[in-house]
């Protein structure tokens, strides 16, 4: 990769987040996290909507001050060092504002300019056009570009200043599969010299790709972490999962963890095993139960599996 997307390491653990909590009157939208990033890192943070994943990007990036709890980022607490903070984190997503009226090239040197870069803005925007593969877009208003492509320019404005921490909050959303890989492999060379990086996402196969380590997040609170291995590892050893007709659906003897409409007439049920003998009785029960079935698969778990997984504990608990 070009030496210029090379970010010096300055803590060893550049994100520490602890006991944090974020009230909005009764509404207690992060209830206690506690979360660190190692340098070079990627934190996935997932969690269906609601679950305070937005809330947590943006006390990181100064843009919330916490209710309580300690936060910091590159050495720095994020409410007395907002200012220094901000210097040094990159931040992509809906809240990083680019000028409708100006191209891509003259919104990324303004940026470099405002990051204190002078005569070095326009040498970096370049670099980065080339790097990031925006040479098509280089030349054209913001406000001309598909949702997509101004995702492009949002991350590479966002590289501008050379942030030790980068924050990327749903970054493929709306990206084609080619553009959202291109995306993956940047953020594969940024870790590896150095960058940290803190990734929401609603693609668990995003996170399955980027993150050393997630989170889950649940009402406000971390409802799991580990390694996306580690997470799969929570729910057991196969998932079994077969489409069988809507109205057969009462005749299993078994119970299923999932069953999810996959067409008007036809469900699509998943069934957790712990090992591979258990996973061929369920296949027999279906069988014995007399219900005609298709697609059968048996798989490791995915994180999809971790999310229904978590999500029927949330339920129970
Ligand atoms: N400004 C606010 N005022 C009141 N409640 C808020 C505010 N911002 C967030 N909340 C509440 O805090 C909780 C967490 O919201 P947050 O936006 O962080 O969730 P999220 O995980 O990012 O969800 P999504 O995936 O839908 O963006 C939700 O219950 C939300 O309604």
Redesign the pocket.
């Known amino acids: 990769m070009s030496s210029t997307l090379l970010i010096p390491v300055r803590t060893a653990t550049p994100v520490v987040v602890e006991d944090l909590h974020v009230a ?2 009764k ?1 207690r ?1 992060l209830d206690g996290v506690d979360l660190e990033v190692r340098a070079g890192t990627t934190l996935g943070v997932l ?10 990007i943006k006390v990181l990036t100064t843009l919330l001050r916490p209710t309580t709890g300690r936060v910091v980022v590159d050495g720095l607490y994020v409410v007395t060092d907002a200012t220094a903070v901000r210097r040094r984190i990159g931040v992509t997503g809906q809240y990083a504002g680019l000028d409708e009226f100006l191209t891509a090239r003259e919104n990324l040197e303004l940026v470099g300019r405002l990051a204190g870069l002078r005569t070095q803005a326009r040498v970096r925007s370049g670099e980065l056009i080339d790097r990031l593969g925006l040479q098509d877009l280089a030349s054209r208003r913001i406000g001309e570009l598909s949702g997509g492509s101004r995702r492009r320019v949002d991350l590479a404005a966002s590289l501008v200043g050379s942030p030790s921490v980068l924050f990327l909050d749903e970054p493929t959303t709306g990206l084609d599969p080619l553009a959202r890989t291109a995306l993956w492999e940047v953020v594969d060379e940024l870790t590896t010299n150095g960058t940290t990086v803190v990734l ?1 996402t ?1 693609y668990l196969e995003e996170a399955d790709r980027l993150a050393d380590h997630i989170v889950v ?1 649940n009402k ?1 609170r971390v409802a799991a972490r580990g390694t996306p291995t580690q997470l799969k590892r929570i729910v057991g050893g196969k998932v079994v999962t077969a489409t069988i007709p809507a109205d057969r659906l009462h005749r299993l003897t078994f119970p299923t963890d999932a069953a999810r409409l996959v067409a008007s007439d036809q469900v699509r049920v998943s069934v957790t095993a712990n090992d591979a003998a258990t996973a061929a009785d369920v296949v027999a029960r279906l069988v014995s139960d007399d219900v005609e079935f298709s697609d059968l698969d048996i798989a490791s778990p995915s994180l999809d599996d971790v999310f229904t997984h978590i999500a029927l504990e949330g339920a129970l608990s």
């Open positions: 909005f009157g509404a939208a969690g269906h909507n609601g679950a305070g994943k937005t809330t947590l929401t609603q997040l406000g």
